[in-house]
C-alpha cells in the first residue's frame, strides 16, 4: 500500500521519543515492510525547519543529514512539489 505522509506523521514517526503518540493502526502501517512512503518536499522544508530550530531533539540526530539517513533507510520517497500539485 502507498502511504502520503504528513510533517506531523513523519516526525513522531522519526522521533524515538515521540514514537509513542502514535496511534496503534498508524505505527502498523509504519512498521509493515510491504508499504511505501512518500513525503513532500514541502514537508521536508518544514522537517529542516523544524530541526534548525530545535524543535525536534533527538540525540539519534546529529544532523539533518541524519535525517535524511533515517528516512531513505525507512524507505521514504520524497515527491518534489510542482505546478500540478498546487493547482
Known amino acids: ?45 518544514e522537517l529542516i525547519h523544524a530541526y534548525k530550530t530545535g524543535d525536534i531533539q533527538d540525540t539519534l540526530y546529529k544532523s539533518v543529514n541524519d535525517l535524511f539517513d533515517t528516512m531513505e533507510k525507512s524507505n521514504i520517497e520524497i515527491v518534489p512539489m510542482n505546478r500540478y500539485h498546487l493547482i
Open 1 to 45: 500500500m502507498r502511504y502520503y505522509l504528513d510533517t506531523n506523521v513523519l516526525i513522531f514517526a522519526l522521533l524515538r521519543k515521540r514514537h509513542d503518540e502514535l496511534s496503534r493502526d498508524v505505527q502498523h502501517i509504519l512498521s509493515d515492510y510491504s508499504n511505501q512512503f512518500y513525503v513532500s518536499s514541502v514537508v521536508v522544508q
